[in-house]
């Protein structure tokens, strides 16, 4: 973004998706049947550009600038309230506070707890949290002012040409039957599989482990069951966090008892990792990675 496109407002912070200074807005086709799109915040620095394809990405430029006289709401409100002193970490914050505010579709009427838990994997290194939150809540519905937020619609097109890639080859198949031939003709080191690239990007950055052909399986079908039984729930791999957590909160209102489980493991995911990493990652390759998150 910053090379090809010139968008410098997104920062790149720590590299590793802890910091969540170089968030950004993806949306996407959630269901090529249905054509459901859905929003959600990620970290630019563990998304490869194939990750996005067909994707709509929103940097904070997209939101507004001062240069075009177009400032968005929760950009000025953060200004106004002093939410920024060295502006590193900024932009991410004012990407997530957006999404939470204004996109969220499970939730059109964000609470104070809403917008504080929203934040959780940012870092102001100026330990700046308690102007960052002051402005961040007013956009709360359960204050006494209730601000409304409209959506902007000023993000231009840009060129969507780029370098030719020579060292890294990336698949994304959209059927059972592709990824399984793909993985005939790549065995084993010949081919990784990722998903949200959490932890591929992780090691390719710091541990210096080259994956030089990839294959994508977020749009595998088979790897998207999500259901419950009288005795079970059943969970696909390819689930992320995001997904399971607004599920588990449908079936909690549904079941009259299951032992509480649906209530420890929506506890649990509260404090699993942040929220841009359980957006993208995935609950099957959490558990095969053994993440430590």
Partial sequence: MDNKLNLT????????GGCGACTVLISHCADRYSGKIEHYTA????????SVDGCHVITVEGLGSVKNS???PVQSRLAEMFG??????????????YETVAIDDNNESPTMQDIEEAFDGHLCRCTG??????AAKTFATDIDKYISI?????????STTFDKCSILEWYRPISLDELLSLRHSYPGSASKLVFGNTAVQIERKFKHIQHHRLISI?????????????NSYIIGAGITFTRLQSKLYEWKKEVNSDGGICEALID???HFASAQIRNVASFGGCIVNASPM
């Fill in 9 to 16: 407002g997104s920062k790149l912070g720590c590299g590793a």
């Fill in 43 to 50: 970290n630019a620095c563990l998304a490869p550009l194939c």
């Fill in 70 to 72: 177009n400032i968005h």
């Fill in 84 to 97: 920024t002193q060295c502006g590193f970490c900024t932009p991410g914050i004012v990407m997530s506070l």
């Fill in 129 to 134: 949290y308690r102007p960052i939150l002051d």
């Fill in 150 to 158: 409209r959506e902007s619609s000023t993000s231009k097109i840009t």
């Fill in 218 to 230: 977020t749009h595998i079908d088979e790897l998207q069951q999500l259901k419950r039984t009288p």
């Fill in 268 to 270: 649990q995911l509260k």
